[in-house]
């Protein structure tokens, strides 16, 4: 992307900085591909006294008008007393389903630059000057939205194992889970390995049943032409036989594959 995005991906290499370093460098595996899920089921984590790259996603938050499902309060599209610049309050329409109560098919909703903004002041960023200008914001949109749509494909190939069973999951609820560590993440620190930046816990609707996903965002490093910026660890969560089940499955045809991926060819001397 040259030029073009080198402000956004400043920003986003602040504010996705691991809360602990480390002394090895990440790596990706087969199963973390990648990618960064109103109103989106993906955000950045708030880290104190940096530059925040947040968006309308869920985090904990207290107050009587904070919408359960994706923990955020009512959409903000106004403009910050203090603000440099205006900015877009067009939002886009994700692929990803929702859970709604009359079986309606809707699909959940991005945040407008003007309220990607305000949920970043509203969880303690504050602009500088030379934080970040008003082009930047409509890269940091797109860095988003592009990497809830992979979330979203990850989860769809792990629900591919039920198809049978349901052909149309929904994502039903998500939160933010930063400080939360997965027992996958921690196991990888100790060998040397980063802490993601972020974690979500989605919710998945899989047509009545509710199936738990955690995800794993790692720092990818550099924005890609498709505005791919981190790499996604998706699974079902190990609270149930069969999202274990899932898992065994999963890592065995993994292992299958890489079985035949390096067996010496029949016509091989």
Not at 88 to 117: A, C, H, L, N
Not at 256 to 269: F, G, L
Request: with cysteine.
């Amino acid at each position: 992307m040259g030029n073009t995005v080198s402000a956004a991906e400043v920003l986003a290499a602040e504010i996705t900085r691991p809360i602990t370093g480390s002394t090895k460098a990440h790596h990706s595996d087969e199963h973390m591909t990648g990618v960064p899920p109103p109103e989106c089921p993906m955000h950045k984590s708030l880290a104190p006294a940096k530059p925040v790259y947040k968006s309308e996603c869920p985090v904990k938050q207290d107050g009587n008008d904070i919408n359960p499902l994706n923990m955020m309060p009512p959409a903000n599209q106004q403009p910050a007393p203090d603000q440099p610049f205006p900015l877009p309050t067009e939002r886009q329409v994700s692929s990803i389903p929702k859970v709604t109560e009359d079986g309606r098919t809707e699909f959940w909703v991005y945040p407008s630059q003007q309220m990607f903004w305000n949920a970043m002041l509203r969880k303690g960023w504050r602009w500088k000057k030379e934080d970040i200008e008003k082009k930047d914001m409509e890269h940091i949109i797109k860095i988003h939205n592009a990497n809830n749509e992979q979330a979203w494909r990850e989860v769809l190939k792990w629900e591919a194992l039920h198809a049978n069973e349901c052909s149309n999951p929904k994502l039903k609820s998500f939160g933010g889970k930063a400080t939360e560590y997965s027992p996958r993440a921690r196991i990888r620190h100790l060998l040397g390995y980063e802490y993601p930046f972020d974690r979500h816990d989605w919710i998945i609707d899989r047509c009545g049943k509710d199936v738990r996903y955690i995800i794993d965002y790692y720092d990818g490093g550099v924005v890609d032409n498709e505005y791919k910026f981190a790499i996604l660890d998706v699974r079902p969560a190990m609270d149930s036989f069969e999202n274990i089940w899932d898992r065994m499955r999963v890592a065995y045809m993994r292992w299958k594959y890489d079985r035949e991926e390096t067996k010496p060819s029949a016509h091989s001397e």
